[in-house]
């Protein structure tokens, strides 16, 4: 399950779309090397679109059904809104991926609305097939406060995914708002390399230089 987390996660940070960037300069707010942990790989997009956890597994299977129904799709993510514009970078070590993402027009409402999907889709059942077999996903995601950090606007998601025979994995991801910007931070499960907290307060101090 663990190199299946790994495995949606870089899924995401490939779906590449056509984006430019605004006033900001969004590239120079990405982390970089010198900003990561040593002998890690680097992988830099111009822009990214992402998924929440529960999609991300879905792209992992094939025939995929969703219980509840209404919750296949999360027009609650701003970044797979088509208006924003993006940047992204995505560093991987072994099993272990942290991504990034910035974009512009960003406001509480985004918090409100990935708030308000995740209380109607706490419990989340994606069924498909895998490699030509049945399998079943059961996606719970608790909304947090997110990292210490002194951002307009935080919320953290933290979702735990099972399925039969195979232990439980923990997604923890973060979307912060600093005035008109917005960002997405994530790591894979249980991360050896990756301090999600440590990276989100460096990504915010990157953040604010582009800004200015």
């Not at 025939?63 to 797979?80: G, I, K, S, T």
């Not at 947090?144 to 995914?161: F, N, Q, R």
């Amino acid at each position: 399950m663990r190199t299946t987390a790994r495995t949606a996660l870089v899924a995401t940070a490939v779906l590449l779309s056509a984006c430019g960037s605004g006033g900001v300069d969004l590239d120079a707010a990405l982390l970089t090397a010198d900003d990561l942990p040593d002998d890690v790989e680097l992988m830099p997009v111009d822009a990214i679109e992402l998924t929440g956890t529960i999609q991300s597994m879905a792209l992992l299977l094939e025939n995929v059904a969703y219980e509840p129904a209404d919750c296949q799709d999360d027009p609650a993510d701003p970044l797979r809104r088509h208006d924003v514009e993006s940047a992204g970078m995505a560093a991987v070590s072994g099993d272990d991926v942290f991504v990034q993402a910035v974009y512009t027009g960003a406001s509480i409402d985004d918090i409100a609305a990935i708030e308000d999907y995740y209380q109607r889709c706490r419990e989340v059942t994606v069924s498909g097939e895998m490699a030509g077999q049945p399998v079943d996903l059961t996606i719970r995601t608790q909304v947090t406060g997110g990292p210490p950090v002194d951002a307009d606007h935080v919320i953290a998601l933290d979702s735990t995914t099972s399925a039969d025979g195979v232990p439980d994995t923990l997604d923890h991801v973060v979307y912060l708002i600093d005035g008109s910007e917005g960002m997405f931070v994530a790591v894979t499960p249980e991360s050896a390399t990756f301090d999600l907290d440590e990276l989100t307060v460096k990504a915010l101090e990157k953040l604010r230089a582009a800004q200015g």
